[in-house]
């Protein structure tokens, strides 16, 4: 089993920043690819970008050159940058962990969320 904390949301004008911190707790060796996923009202549940044990990423392509994953794995700590956020960024942001075919599937363990809302 495995617990991850989401910290780092908020609220935030077009053009700031914010930093999204999750830590995982439990099985460690569940923790493989970790991953960023968000969901804005009214809309489908989007991966946003996903790290793998080796340290690759993925992004999808509306947040490429503005977000950054990145992780620690001594503290089992996954992060994202967001940098020039947009209003089309505000969403609840999850993390996720687990194999990497899980974790694309949306599947493995979740964190509850944490809001991000960029005003214009």
């Known amino acids: 089993q495995v617990q991850l904390v989401e910290s780092g949301g908020g609220s935030v004008q077009a053009g700031g920043s914010l930093r999204l911190s999750c830590k995982a707790s439990?099985?460690?060796?569940?923790?493989?690819?970790m991953g960023w996923y968000r969901q804005a009202p009214g809309k489908q549940r989007e991966l946003v970008a996903t790290i793998t044990s080796g340290r690759l990423t993925n992004y999808v392509d509306s947040v490429k050159g503005r977000f950054t994953i990145s992780r620690d794995n001594a503290r089992n700590t996954v992060y994202l940058q967001m940098n020039s956020l947009k209003p089309e960024d505000t969403a609840v942001y999850y993390c996720?962990?687990?194999?990497?075919?899980?974790?694309?599937?949306?599947?493995?363990?979740w964190g509850q969320g944490t809001q991000v809302t960029v005003s214009s």
């Open positions: 996720a962990v687990g194999s990497p075919s899980t974790v694309l599937a949306g599947k493995g363990y």
């Open positions: 439990g099985r460690s060796t569940s923790i493989g690819t």
